[in-house]
């Protein structure tokens, strides 16, 4: 870490180097940074190469020259690590989602502790170099975990392509085969191409802003099999419907849902406001710690079903919940955390910003025989004070914010109502670096438990573990 430091004041004082596109120079790479790229220092001014790991020594390529830092890619790899591996996808290097595919995974695990590190570094929370962080919970088997793909559709000579874009471009690179999703999600998108393209179904083309298919996502419910297709279109007309219902009915059996999401225009958001029922049922179910859940198209799920039970084993060893507790699970999305949770204690508030997942959550907590459970829609930081402003009293509280951490405004709440109980589950460091520093006014960090969700990814999901400070 101090070593960390050191790189970070010399950033400062070597800004004035000056580099050209093109330009090589040999570069020993010192550690990875948050994105997974390699970070080395060339006259003590900070470069970041993509795929180079910590020891190698490669003749880097300058890629971009900013007055704050170099971007290079790798030239020619001189010393290669002992870490590195080969990818399992060739396209590992040129699509964003498999940016430590080239790292054995028992140090990638180690880097998503430092990732954690790092984010503390930076923003500096109250006795943060005193932070127990215990080593990453990682998979076996780090592959085909992803329950969900959700795949660009285009036009690629002449034939429909299933996939995600190169690296900073809207290239669309066709997605084939893909070792960390659960192979039905990938066998169900190749059928679909296969059927767009036999019925010749218009797919949208970004430059003439013209056809109808944009998207195609594929989610399995893992627990019980269960499929729901989604198809993302640009207008709420989709030529060739019953056909294309009957094919799928026929050759894909195990879809038992299909939905369509109508996105029109150039949105960069990939899904759009209006989703219409299709076929089958309009949901699928997905099973969690021995619960019923029933989950919408446009409802958040954990991506990694065998590491959401880990996720979750890890928040109620945090939780400690009693029969006495109120819990609010605070952005409970289809109502996973608090359910889970529902037996252990007195009662569970929930509030949701999506409202097809509040009614989901609602659903859920019927359909499992949970009456001690109320959700609300709102955003986390509108609720809350009006909660708390109504006496509601609560003794624990689980908050697991999107990437982008808790609003300020739920901050000064959770700081208002001192709840005894405090978990807190990021899948962004630095965010939740960020939110400790007003957080560690009142509460300490009793630990840290980062649990892999996301293998082969430098995303970090941590479970924090606060306590009311003594002083
Ligand atoms: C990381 S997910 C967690 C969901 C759930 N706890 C789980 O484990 O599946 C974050 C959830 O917060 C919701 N959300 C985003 N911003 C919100 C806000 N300001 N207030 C409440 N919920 C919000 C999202 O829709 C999403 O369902």
Redesign the pocket.
Known sequence: MNNHQNHRHSDRQHKDVEVEIGQRFPLTIKRLGINGEGIGYYQRKICFVPFALPGEVVVAEVTEADPRFIRAKIHKLRKPSPHRVEPADDYAQDVGGFELEHLAYPQQLEFKRDLIRQALDKFKPTGYHGYTIHPTLGMDMPYEYRNKAQFQIRMIDGHVAAGLYQSGSHDLVDLESCSVQIPVTMTVMRDMVKLIEELEIPVYDEKTKAGIIKTVVVRVADGTGEVQLTIITNTPKLPHKHQLLEQIEQRLPEVTSVMQNINPGTSPLVWGDETIHLAGNDAITEMIGGLKFRLSAR????LNPEQ?KV??EQTAKALKPSRKDTLI?????????GLSFANQVDQVLG????PD?VADAKYNAEQNNIDNAQYEV??????MPRWLNDGVNFDAL?V???R?GL?GG?IKEILRAKPEKFVY?S?NPSTLARDLVPLTKVYDVKYMQPVDMMPQTPKCEVVVKLVKSAK
Do not use: H, N
Request: glycine share 8%; with cysteine; charged share 15%.
């Open positions: 409802a958040f799920l954990q959401t996720l979750y699970d605070a952005y409970a999305g289809i109502g996973t955390i509030m949701e910003v999506i997942a709102g955003t986390a930081e509108k609720v689980v697991d914010p999107p982008s609003d739920l589950v899948c």
